[in-house]
């Protein structure tokens, strides 16, 4: 009989458990889907910067999105960047500087965010309130310390970076733009003859 109990009570809560566990990333899974459907897709973003909370720095500009693999940060204010990824390879270029940086994506600690929210690898430290829309991202192994607002249209709205030491990135995605048409040439550097190129890889 006890046996007979014992069975049952580890049937409910295995049971529970699968229950928490589908529904503790259902958002992220929905997120996924949407950021699939919708793309490409463009938008406006700022970043800023916060020390003990004081904002040190902001800067803004455009992200152009064809999918997970291929994506551009452009910053325009107030300096000139840009960065580019492409499978797991990126370049990042700063005008003030004239220097092109090449690298490769190695680990989870070098993806961006929306490398970060596909990274199976990870998916067991991803906690999501699906009352709320915000998705936890916490992985101390690859000092990953990320929250996720999720908008109304179902993609990031706003995303905080935790750096440890009082430091915080904030990310704001505003103007989306889906389902649009971004042609190759947007992937495509004019750098000055010049420019100091160097080579991560």
């Known amino acids: 009989m006890i046996k007979k109990v014992l069975l049952i009570l580890l049937l409910v809560f295995c049971y529970q458990y699968t229950v928490l566990a589908v529904s503790d990333t259902a958002l992220l899974l929905k997120l996924r889907e949407n950021l699939t459907k919708t793309s490409p897709f463009y938008l406006h973003f700022k970043q800023q910067v916060y020390d003990d909370e004081d904002m040190i720095t902001e800067e803004s500009g455009n992200i152009y999105f064809i999918n997970v693999k291929k994506l551009k940060w452009v910053y325009n204010n107030p300096d000139y960047k840009v960065f580019i990824i492409e499978k797991n390879k990126y370049l990042f270029y700063e005008k003030d500087n004239n220097q092109l940086t090449k690298g490769i994506i190695k680990s989870n600690r070098q993806k961006w965010i929306w490398?970060?929210?596909?990274?199976?690898?990870?998916?067991?430290?991803?906690?999501?309130d699906n009352k709320k829309n915000i998705i936890y991202i916490k992985n101390s192994?690859?000092?990953?310390?990320?929250?996720?607002?999720?908008g109304k249209n179902g993609l990031p709205e706003k995303v905080v970076q935790l750096q440890g030491a009082g430091v915080k990135y904030v990310y704001i995605f505003t103007d989306y733009e889906t389902k649009?048409?971004?042609?190759?040439?947007?992937?495509?550097?004019?750098?000055?003859?010049?420019?100091?190129i160097v080579d991560m890889e």
């Open 115 to 128: 490398q970060i929210l596909f990274a199976d690898s990870i998916s067991d430290k991803i906690k999501c």
């Open 141 to 150: 192994i690859d000092d990953i310390d990320l929250t996720v607002y999720v």
């Open 180 to 196: 649009q048409k971004i042609l190759k040439n947007v992937f495509n550097l004019k750098l000055p003859k010049d420019v100091d």
